[in-house]
């Protein structure tokens, strides 16, 4: 990451961070030359802005970042972030104008905006370093960025190099690097062990399907994540239209999303028994692929009547799901890049989560807000249940009538949890459009507030 945060540099730049209803006041206790300088250019401290205040000799002495009011900073994450990413290379410290409580948020949108996904060419990234703010934790700090960007670089793979073998072997790579125990489960031991959903959504492909099982720590609470694998969604036999299928390399984001989180988790220590099942398939086409009015009888034993291919990551999840929940951990959650009805209702930018306890849903509302990483409790609408059992089978995988598809996609996967407390994320996993400390592509979403939430969630 080329942005980077340092404890303390001698030859760090004074960067002065700067609200316009402040500029005035900030001027009037500079040099003249400097003032007019400031003048000259016409900076206004709207985010964004970024200006390099020269000396005598041509040399900077000085770097002014516009932080905007507190209109403007409501409709973003990061204002500092948008500033990083337009200062020249070198060393920067903070020296006026960033609020106490704003300097943790702000020291991780400096290293997020520094972001790049490297791996298809040669251009060589900047170097632009922060002087970490008084009390902030840069080892804390450090660990979510580089969650994030695990994230990031997992979902940006194509899946000519990010398909269920390659996936697999990036979660064996974190557990190596942390100390945790890993078991893969794959091709037709699938169905012998009795993950037959699993095996029917990924059967179709070249790269085998798998259930990778992480497991890490010895002591504390049980949090079992559980993650959608699913690396190229073609839609199977339901097959998808072309401009549906071209961000479908994406269609994993969930278990992107849990290998970050796992990493936060465990390079941070918290005190639990963490575990992480990620059902990594390839929903292809072939001809031994599933078939619309399949019906499938499920690790629960509950029966799937298939009525669309396309809706295939609840059922590789809900093997996974029914898996954890004879582990009884004392938490449960899955994410996934599930419905595209939970985008139409919430856009690409808000987590939707469901649960049906208030106080869990109470602690992570609090942890967003808290950290920015914004969320919304949707329902687990109990009379939309009828909707999802079909009558031939115990379930329906893809109701009809076009209504609630995120609630109805929640009511399917809350059958294969039993008594488990459970909370299900319908994430995107990708950013449209570049904002700041956010660029275009594969991103994390919830994560940051369910890592600032786990204390309350589990009693840690």
């Known amino acids: 990451m080329p942005h980077s945060l340092i404890p303390a540099a001698d030859d760090a730049l004074p960067l002065h961070v700067i609200e316009p209803p402040a500029l005035s006041d900030w001027l009037d206790t500079q040099p003249a030359e400097v003032a007019k300088w400031v003048r000259a250019n016409r900076f206004s401290g709207d985010p964004g802005e970024v200006l390099m205040v020269p000396g005598p000799d041509g040399a900077p002495v000085m770097a002014l970042a516009g932080y905007g009011t507190a209109a403007k900073r409501a409709r973003g994450r990061f204002a500092l972030?948008?500033?990083?990413?337009?200062?020249?290379?070198?060393?920067?410290?903070?020296?006026?104008?960033?609020?106490?409580?704003?300097?943790?948020?702000?020291?991780?949108?400096?290293?997020?905006?520094?972001?790049?996904?490297?791996?298809?060419?040669?251009?060589?990234?900047?170097?632009?370093?922060?002087?970490?703010?008084?009390?902030?934790?840069?080892?804390?700090?450090?660990?979510?960025?580089?969650?994030?960007?695990?994230?990031?670089?997992?979902?940006?793979?194509?899946?000519?190099?990010?398909g269920p073998e390659q996936l697999e072997q990036a979660a064996r790579d974190l557990a190596g690097r942390h100390g945790a125990r890993i078991d893969v489960i794959a091709g037709d031991d699938l169905p012998k062990r009795n993950f037959p959903m699993i095996h029917a959504v990924g059967r179709a492909s070249t790269s085998a399907p798998r259930l990778i099982d992480m497991e890490w720590g010895g002591s504390g609470p049980r949090l079992t994540l559980v993650g959608k694998g699913v690396c190229f969604d073609t839609g199977g036999l339901n097959i998808k239209p072309g401009n549906s299928m071209a961000l479908m390399k994406k269609d994993m984001g969930g278990a992107a999303n849990v290998l970050g989180l796992a990493h936060m988790i465990m390079a941070l220590g918290l005190d639990l028994r963490l575990r992480v099942l990620i059902p990594a398939v390839e929903n292809s086409i072939a001809g031994n692929a599933?078939?619309?009015?399949?019906?499938?009888?499920?690790?629960?034993?509950?029966?799937?009547?298939?009525?669309?291919?396309?809706?295939?990551?609840?059922?590789?999840?809900?093997?996974?799901?029914?898996?954890?929940?004879?582990?009884?951990?004392?938490?449960?959650?899955?994410?996934?890049?599930?419905?595209?009805?939970?985008?139409?209702?919430?856009?690409?930018?808000?987590?939707?989560?469901?649960?049906?306890?208030?106080?869990?849903?109470?602690?992570?509302?609090?942890?967003?807000?808290?950290?920015?990483?914004?969320?919304?409790?949707?329902?687990?609408?109990?009379?939309?249940?009828?909707?999802?059992?079909?009558g031939i089978a115990d379930l329906d995988n893809a109701p009809g009538g076009g209504f609630a598809g995120a609630i109805t996609a929640a009511l399917f996967l809350r059958r294969f949890v039993d008594d488990s407390p459970y909370v299900h994320w319908d994430i995107y996993g990708w950013q449209p459009k570049a904002v700041p400390g956010r660029p275009k592509g594969g991103a994390g979403h919830a994560t940051r507030a369910i890592l600032d939430a786990l204390p309350d969630l589990l009693d840690l």
């Open 290 to 390: 599933m078939r619309p009015g399949d019906i499938l009888t499920s690790r629960k034993g509950l029966t799937v009547e298939i009525n669309n291919t396309d809706a295939e990551g609840r059922l590789v999840l809900a093997d996974a799901l029914a898996y954890a929940a004879e582990g009884t951990p004392d938490l449960l959650m899955s994410m996934a890049t599930l419905t595209g009805a939970a985008r139409v209702a919430l856009g690409p930018d808000i987590a939707p989560f469901f649960t049906d306890d208030d106080s869990t849903a109470q602690a992570l509302a609090d942890s967003a807000g808290r950290v920015d990483d914004p969320v919304w409790r949707m329902p687990f609408h109990a009379p939309y249940e009828a909707d999802i059992e079909p």
């Open 81 to 162: 972030a948008g500033a990083a990413g337009k200062l020249p290379d070198g060393r920067y410290r903070i020296a006026s104008g960033l609020p106490e409580g704003d300097r943790a948020r702000e020291a991780l949108g400096w290293l997020l905006a520094g972001y790049r996904f490297e791996r298809y060419h040669g251009k060589e990234a900047g170097d632009v370093q922060l002087v970490a703010p008084d009390g902030v934790d840069i080892a804390r700090i450090e660990t979510i960025a580089e969650g994030e960007t695990l994230i990031r670089d997992l979902i940006n793979t194509p899946t000519s190099d990010m």
